[in-house]
């Protein structure tokens, strides 16, 4: 069987061959988006606020995506594992045909949603005509967007990772040429200033789904899709949802606690805002690299589960621990020497500039602590444990920072919640290591 290799290759040389084109591939969509914003802060700092102001409800409609595909991963690699390859075709149909009635509901609901929402946190009239413009053509490519995240699942779960790290990088890649010829114009085309941003970020979601197509199509494959009238099987549909539902909450969650974030911060001052949507876009290069390694361990954490081989799956999750915990700590220290330089390639404002800084410095020091709680989350979803995966999740991002956000900033103002940061970390990866520590693997 081709994907044998999976519970026969040696652990450190399998983690790295699944990782690394998966942590490739998350650090080129760490550049996109930090060039995206860099090229939107070019427009005027209202385009960028209303980035800032837009990015949960593109969080959201990531999550919901990210959140099928995890559960219809874990699913179907547990199938290929225990050597029941029409079992997992089945279930990589259903979560096809779950990304495009999901894709549609989001487009609805965001175009629908986006007015109110950005009205909840600025009255800045040029603030919201850049959202909405932005909003309406973004959250219009939400299908495509929702199918390139099942096919990227369904390529990871059958150990395809360079075929996922090349759709993805073309996505992102097409995305940072676009980007600078879409919003200034050149000779030859006209400049559309955020329109042409927006644009831009639809190509660049749509683009991963027609290499996928094309993979698909022309390599022989163990998954192989098909689709009749009874094809929703609602016992693969409760199996996907089982997974991915807690899975899309937990990625949903920043959302939530970005919109909370933003309604404390707004209070201070609409600076603070900015920074904080300024932060999240940094913290991608940090996060989504470990999330390269997360994605890379989780179908061969499936796989090895589903084969029976326990030893394995403890090796792998080792393994991993100690690649995240190298990426956060060089995270760490960029974030500590250069962060007024990082934060100035989104602002020239010299307070600004300041502010951002010591924010960002304070909330570095929680990167470190941070990977116990993302790698074992992310172990468990592998394991087909969405529920516990949540649990921290929830830990993360709502049960420990939002009331200490808040407390801390009516005692330390604004400083309280960069504070909240760190402290929330820690938390949370004490509940995550005793979590961890009660699963049975056999």
Known sequence: MQNDFMREKPVLALVLSMSLPMTLSMLVNSLYNIVDSYFVARISEEAMT???????????TTAVGVGLGIGLNAVASFYLGAKQNREASCAASVGVILSIVHGILLTVFCILAVPRFLRLFTQNPVIIQHGLIYSY?????????????????????????????????????????????????????????????????????????????????????????????????????????????PAAITIALPS?????????????????????GIYYKL????????SGVVQGIRPIIGYNYG????????????????????????????????????????????????????????????F???????TISGTLEGLGRGMDSLKISLLRYGVTIIPL????SRIFGVTG????????????????????????LS
């Open 50 to 60: 209303a980035l800032s102001l837009v990015y949960p409800l593109q969080i959201l």
């Open 137 to 245: 053509i973004v959250f219009s490519f939400c299908v495509p967007h929702s199918l390139g995240i099942a096919f990227e699942k369904i390529f990871q779960a059958q150990g395809q990772m360079m075929i996922s790290m090349i759709s993805m990088l073309g996505g992102c890649i097409a995305n940072i040429v676009l980007d600078p010829i879409l919003i200034f114009g050149t000779p030859f085309t006209p400049a559309m200033g955020i329109t042409g941003a927006a644009v831009a970020t639809g190509i660049g979601q749509t683009l991963p789904i027609l290499i996928y197509l094309f993979f698909y199509w022309t390599r022989p494959l163990p998954i192989k899709l098909g689709f009749r009238r009874d094809s929703l099987d609602g016992r693969l549909c409760r199996k996907i949802y089982a997974v991915g539902v």
């Open 256 to 276: 939530v606690l970005i919109t909370v974030l933003n309604g404390i911060l707004a209070s201070f001052s609409q600076t603070y805002v900015l920074i904080l």
């Open 283 to 290: 913290q991608t290069f940090i996060y989504l690299t470990t």
């Open 307 to 366: 084969a029976e081989e326990y030893a394995r799956v403890r090796a792998i999750f080792s393994t991993a621990l100690k690649l995240t915990l190298g990426v956060m700590t060089i995270g760490t220290v960029i974030c500590l020497f250069f962060s007024d330089a990082l934060i100035g390639l989104f602002t020239s404002i010299p307070d600004t500039i300041q502010a951002g800084g010591r924010a960002l410095r304070m909330i570095s020091c929680g």
């Open 368 to 374: 470190i602590v941070s990977a116990v709680s993302v």
């Open 405 to 408: 956000a808040f407390f801390f």
């Open 417 to 440: 919640v960069w504070c909240a940061f760190g402290v929330s970390e820690a938390l949370t990866s004490l509940a995550a290591v005793w979590i961890y520590r009660r699963v049975k």
